[in-house]
């Protein structure tokens, strides 16, 4: 009587591939060398990244944030069309960081699969690449997981870390706004990374949905939503000497991020006349039956950063940064609102 021989046990079979996670390491690394500063002191495939600190600062302050893409990823895996999350997450941490007036240095990412696909991995670091490269900020390092169980076969997540810098004396940190000052606005690109889990409830993430063209969006509706996150830092780096504050408007809306810079005691007054909403706003609005104080609290509604400066400077930023318009004013606490948008 023959024995019966018990199968060999894989990796493999359990769902993670040792042989995907090396070659989606091969596809990348040609793109993330793209995207090396001078400071970096590392090639990829270490246990950890160096960078060496700029030498040019006399009281270096490190700034840090680190955020994900929320469920916008849902309509990427939808649509198989992964190459704009990566720019989304980028852009996103590094107008965080540069609310304070520094200047992004390095970036992590974090992506954790059900199955690991390379070509997709690769498309997803070729966005990070992408948006690193593009603000002068170096790709260093990463992690790719492979975890069967924890995420379906065809979902991921996304997230990021990233380390900037500025000088001690030029933080930006909002102390400076008084009652009067003016407050500025840089249009976004769409929604950015906030409110895709009311858009979904919605509109639904199936194919057809998604690739329905509206007229009014002058595009299908999966182009609009997946327009990537907007950043700030070129636009608006020259003019920081001018700058008293900033504010990102992610979620929460410009009620629940313009506050976040204000000294005590002080509010604002948001003129909503004062640009024209994105369509795709609107149709969001119209189609899930959504009213205004709620659209203004989920989504950036067309405003994608704030700038808080001098009455006096007002002029200067705008010669600047030609797309940005007044949007309001700072006054005093008369209420419970601390940002009216009337």
């Known amino acids: 009587m023959k024995r019966k021989t018990k199968a060999h046990q894989t ?31 590392t090639d990829i495939g270490l246990f950890a990244g160096l960078f060496q600190l700029c030498s040019g600062h006399k009281e270096p302050v490190l700034v840090s944030s680190v955020d994900g893409v929320g469920t916008k990823l849902k309509l990427a895996i939808a649509l198989d069309k992964h190459d704009t999350v990566g720019i989304d997450l980028v852009n996103h941490c590094i107008n965080d960081i540069f609310t304070c007036g520094a200047e992004p240095l390095f970036f992590l990412d974090y992506i954790a699969m059900g199955r690991l696909i390379p070509e997709q991995v690769e498309s997803i670091v070729g966005g990070l690449a992408q948006a690193c490269s593009e603000a002068g900020c170096a790709l260093i390092g990463g992690e790719t997981a492979e975890m069967p169980g924890v995420y379906a076969l065809g979902d991921y997540d996304l997230a990021g870390f990233i380390v900037g810098v500025v000088e001690k004396r030029k933080v930006i940190n909002g102390r400076a706004i008084k009652a009067g000052d003016a407050i500025l606005g840089l249009p976004s690109t769409g929604l950015h990374t906030n409110g ?33 996150h907007r950043c700030y830092y070129p636009l608006l ?3 920081l000497p001018l700058i008293k504050g900033m504010a990102h408007i992610t979620g929460g809306g ?88 009337a």
């Not at 493999?12 to 970096?40: C, H, M, Q, W, Y």
């Not at 194919?207 to 999966?222: M, W």
């Not at 007002?314 to 609102?337: H, L, M, N, Y």
């Open 237 to 239: 780096k020259s003019s």
């Open 254 to 341: 410009i009620p629940g991020n313009l506050p976040r810079i204000f000294p005590k005691g002080l509010a604002a007054r948001i003129d909503k006349k004062s640009w024209k909403v994105p369509p795709i706003f609107t149709l969001i609005q119209k189609k899930g039956n959504v009213d205004d104080k709620e659209m203004y609290r989920v989504f950036n509604m067309g405003v994608g950063m704030l700038v808080v400066c001098s009455p006096d400077d007002v002029g200067k930023i705008i010669a600047a940064v030609p797309k940005a318009w007044v949007i309001g004013e700072v006054g005093r606490v008369s209420g419970e609102e601390r940002v009216i948008i």
């Open 11 to 41: 990796y493999a079979a359990a769902g993670v591939d040792i042989n995907a996670a090396d070659r989606a390491k091969e596809l990348i690394k040609k793109k993330v060398r793209s995207t090396f500063r001078p400071e970096v002191l």
């Open 196 to 228: 895709y889990s009311l858009v979904r409830r919605i509109f639904g993430t199936t194919a057809s949905k998604l690739e329905t063209f509206y007229p009014e969006l002058r595009k299908t509706l999966g182009e609009a939503l997946l327009e990537p």
